[in-house]
């Protein structure tokens, strides 16, 4: 059985605890482990946390079987690691992309009070990462390839923003600077290792099932993968009917490098190229409108739909041929390709 988000919370109070509990060894004064306490609710809660209820699920269909009450406990403890990587890059991004919602709420910066104390508030959720991976793990083999795996996928990620940030800066647009090898590289560093891969091979190390070979072939399918899931948002954001989203999409306006704009450059002609030097990335509803209407001539929606079957049908045939020999599961794929074909938001 899937584990449910509901059961999956019950974890993080016993983490914010130990979290205090390692503040109060310091003697840190009450105000400000009262704000750690809220940061870490404001943040760290309130999404699906498909990530970290990954690791859950993954383990189990690694092992075949329901997880013990520790086990359960240990690898909802992995997953919310991956929930704290996770809030402290959007804690940051929405500083960097001065967004004003995060989940329905304001974002943490804009909370009355915060402002800037949120940057040192990302570096804390990182650091709680290391604090909780010591306090459980540290006895296990397989302790430091843990720790490597959050720091490697970490810097990954930071890649991938330090790439998007440079080629897209929202006040200066320069479709010159787009492409779709620049595209690909922000995806799959930005999005595909920490969504994608980090889950899985938390979920393999936990198991006792990570071996290279594993690894290497959870990689070279969930990477793909991840890079299709990136494609489906940018996809979704322009597409999309809003209210099944859950979001108005904003790419257009806030000069998103995404895989549209990137595929109307190479499609269109020198008077439709004109159209995107002068209407993309404006904050504009009327410039936005006229991009959206480029985008229909152009054909995206057909030519997005081309291109989710044969990744589809690619990802299937990797599927297909996987080694199960060293303990891996076909399904684990099986699963996390189910939940995002075809998915509408």
């Known amino acids: 059985?899937?584990?449910?988000?509901?059961?999956?919370?019950?974890?993080?109070?016993?983490?914010?605890?130990?979290?205090?509990?390692?503040?109060?060894?310091?003697?840190?004064?009450?105000?400000?482990?009262?704000?750690?306490?809220?940061?870490?609710?404001?943040?760290?809660?309130?999404?699906?946390?498909?990530?970290?209820?990954?690791?859950?699920?993954?383990?189990?269909?690694?092992?075949?079987?329901?997880?013990?009450?520790?086990?359960?406990?240990?690898?909802?403890?992995?997953?919310?690691?991956?929930?704290?990587?996770?809030?402290?890059?959007?804690?940051?991004?929405?500083?960097?992309?001065?967004?004003?919602?995060?989940?329905?709420?304001?974002?943490?910066?804009?909370?009355?009070?915060?402002?800037?104390?949120?940057?040192?508030?990302?570096?804390?959720?990182?650091?709680?990462?290391?604090?909780?991976?010591?306090?459980?793990?540290?006895q296990e083999k397989y302790y430091v390839d843990l720790m490597e795996l959050f720091h490697e996928v970490s810097f990954q990620t930071e890649l991938g923003q330090a790439c998007d940030l440079l080629t897209a800066p929202e006040d200066h647009v320069d479709l010159d600077n787009f492409s779709l090898e620049k595209y690909t590289f922000i995806v799959i560093y930005k999005t595909a290792y920490y969504s994608f891969y980090l889950p899985v091979a938390l979920a393999l190390h936990f198991s006792g099932f990570a071996s290279e070979k594993n690894l290497k072939q959870a990689e070279d399918i969930l990477i793909p993968m991840g890079e299709y899931f990136q494609v489906q948002d940018d996809y979704l954001d322009n597409f999309a009917d809003p209210s099944t989203l859950g979001k108005i999409g904003t790419d257009i306006q806030d000069n998103k490098c995404s895989w549209l704009v990137n595929q109307a450059l190479k499609r269109c002609d020198s008077s439709q190229r004109k159209v995107l030097e002068e209407n993309y990335g404006r904050k504009d509803s009327t410039c936005e409108a006229r991009v959206k209407k480029l985008f229909d001539e152009l054909e995206l929606e057909k030519v997005y739909k081309e291109y989710e079957e044969m990744r589809v049908k690619d990802l299937r045939e990797k599927i297909a041929a996987l080694d199960e020999s060293e303990g891996l599961k076909k399904e684990v794929f099986e699963e996390f390709l189910r939940k995002i074909y075809k998915r509408t938001k």
């Not at 403890?77 to 992309?97: C, K, R, Y």
């Not at 909370?111 to 793990?137: C, H, Q, R």
């Open 1 to 138: 059985m899937p584990t449910t988000l509901k059961d999956f919370e019950t974890v993080f109070p016993t983490l914010v605890k130990d979290l205090k509990e390692h503040c109060e060894h310091y003697k840190l004064p009450d105000q400000a482990l009262t704000w750690f306490e809220k940061s870490l609710y404001h943040n760290a809660l309130g999404g699906k946390c498909n990530r970290g209820l990954s690791v859950v699920d993954t383990a189990q269909l690694l092992l075949q079987r329901d997880l013990s009450k520790d086990e359960f406990f240990r690898s909802a403890t992995l997953g919310w690691m991956i929930e704290l990587l996770q809030a402290f890059f959007l804690v940051s991004d929405d500083i960097m992309d001065s967004s004003k919602t995060r989940r329905g709420n304001p974002c943490w910066y804009l909370m009355p009070n915060v402002g800037m104390v949120a940057i040192n508030d990302a570096f804390m959720l990182e650091s709680s990462i290391y604090l909780l991976l010591k306090k459980y793990f540290r």
